[in-house]
C-alpha cells in the first residue's frame, strides 16, 4: 500500500496553457459542448463520445457508469441501453442525473446535470437499425446487469438468433432503446498549469443561460 501511495504522490502532470476565458466561451452551452467535442475528436481522442452518467437507485444510493453519446436532438444528449437494465430502472424512477466528459488528452472536462426520459421510438429504431448486426443480436439477447453462468450461454443464444434470423431485418426489441437528457446546468473545466484550471459552469435562469466563473 504504501509503495501505491509513493507511485501515486509522485504522479504530477502538468496541464498546459490552454485558456478558458468569458470572452471566448459561447453564450450557449450547447455550442460550447459542440466545440469543444468537435475538438476531440480532430485530436483523435480515445473514444470522444465516452460519457459517464450517475443516477440514483430507490434505496438512494448513487451509481455511475459509461455509456456512448450518440446524438444531440433538439439539444437534448442521447444516448442508448436497455430499458430493464438498472440504470434504465433508476431512471425511470428518478429523472434526475448527472453526467460528465473527460479528454485527458486536451485536458478537458465537461460536467451536466439534467432530467432524463426515454427518448422516441423514431429516435430508438433509427439508431438500432443503423447498428451492425452483431449489436442488434447481442441487444436483443442480453438480459443486461442480470448474473449469467458463463460467456456461452450468451454465445449460443446469440448463435441461434442469428441463425433464426437468417436474411431478415431484425427489428429493435421493446425493451432497448434511446434516452434523451434536457440540460440545466454545464460546467466547463479547461485544466491549466499549476492547478490554476479555468472553470465556468451555466445555469438555466429564467429564460437564458447564466455563466459563472469557477474558482479552480
Ligand atoms: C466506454 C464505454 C461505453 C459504454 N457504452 C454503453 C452504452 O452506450 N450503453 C450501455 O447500455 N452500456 C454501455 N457501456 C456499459 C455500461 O458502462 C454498463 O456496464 C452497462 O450499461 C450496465 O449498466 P447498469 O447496470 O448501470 O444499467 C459502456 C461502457 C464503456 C466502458
Same mark, same amino acid.
Given at each position: 500500500?504504501?509503495?501505491?501511495? $509513493?507511485? /501515486?504522490?509522485?504522479?504530477?502532470?502538468?496541464?498546459? $496553457? !490552454? %485558456?478558458?476565458?468569458?470572452?471566448?466561451?459561447?453564450?450557449?452551452? +450547447? #455550442?460550447?459542448?459542440?466545440?469543444?467535442?468537435?475538438?476531440?475528436?480532430?485530436?483523435?481522442?480515445?473514444?470522444? $463520445? =465516452?460519457? =459517464?452518467?450517475?443516477?440514483? &437507485?430507490?434505496?438512494?444510493?448513487?451509481? &455511475?457508469?459509461?455509456? /456512448? @453519446?450518440?446524438?444531440?436532438?433538439?439539444?437534448?444528449?442521447?444516448?442508448?441501453?436497455?430499458? %430493464?437494465? *438498472?440504470?434504465?430502472?433508476?431512471?425511470? =424512477?428518478? *429523472? $434526475?442525473?448527472?453526467?460528465?466528459?473527460?479528454? *485527458? %488528452?486536451?485536458?478537458?472536462?465537461? !460536467? @451536466?446535470?439534467?432530467?432524463?426520459?426515454?427518448?422516441?421510438?423514431?429516435?430508438?429504431?433509427?439508431? @438500432?437499425? &443503423? !447498428?451492425?448486426?452483431?449489436?442488434?443480436?447481442? =441487444?436483443?439477447?442480453?438480459?443486461?446487469?442480470?448474473?449469467?453462468?458463463?460467456?456461452?450461454? +450468451? #454465445?449460443?443464444?446469440?448463435?441461434? /438468433?442469428? #441463425?433464426?434470423?437468417?436474411?431478415?431485418?431484425?427489428?429493435?426489441?421493446?425493451?432497448?432503446?434511446?434516452?434523451? +437528457?434536457?440540460?440545466?446546468?454545464?460546467?466547463?473545466?479547461?485544466?491549466?498549469?499549476?492547478?490554476?484550471?479555468?472553470? @465556468?459552469?451555466? &445555469?438555466?435562469?429564467?429564460?437564458?443561460?447564466?455563466?459563472?466563473?469557477?474558482?479552480?
Amino acid at each position: 500500500m504504501e509503495e501505491i501511495s $509513493n507511485t /501515486l504522490a509522485s504522479l504530477r502532470q502538468e496541464y498546459g $496553457n !490552454r %485558456e478558458l476565458d468569458k470572452g471566448n466561451l459561447k453564450k450557449n452551452p +450547447i #455550442e460550447q459542448f459542440k466545440d469543444w467535442l468537435d475538438d476531440a475528436i480532430k485530436i483523435e481522442a480515445n473514444e470522444p $463520445n =465516452a460519457m =459517464a452518467i450517475s443516477t440514483v &437507485s430507490k434505496e438512494n444510493k448513487p451509481r &455511475s457508469r459509461y455509456v /456512448l @453519446f450518440k446524438d444531440l436532438i433538439n439539444d437534448e444528449i442521447i444516448f442508448h441501453t436497455h430499458y %430493464e437494465s *438498472p440504470k434504465a430502472l433508476e431512471i425511470i =424512477a428518478n *429523472p $434526475n442525473v448527472s453526467g460528465i466528459f473527460y479528454w *485527458p %488528452e486536451i485536458h478537458r472536462q465537461i !460536467r @451536466f446535470e439534467g432530467k432524463c426520459k426515454k427518448a422516441s421510438v423514431e429516435i430508438s429504431d433509427s439508431y @438500432f437499425n &443503423s !447498428r451492425p448486426r452483431g449489436g442488434q443480436l447481442s =441487444a436483443i439477447v442480453s438480459k443486461q446487469s442480470k448474473v449469467i453462468k458463463n460467456r456461452k450461454e +450468451i #454465445e449460443d443464444k446469440i448463435n441461434e /438468433l442469428d #441463425e433464426q434470423f437468417k436474411n431478415v431485418d431484425i427489428k429493435r426489441p421493446e425493451n432497448w432503446g434511446g434516452f434523451s +437528457i434536457k440540460i440545466s446546468y454545464w460546467e466547463f473545466w479547461q485544466g491549466r498549469n499549476n492547478r490554476t484550471h479555468d472553470r @465556468f459552469s451555466y &445555469s438555466y435562469k429564467g429564460n437564458d443561460w447564466n455563466i459563472e466563473r469557477l474558482s479552480p
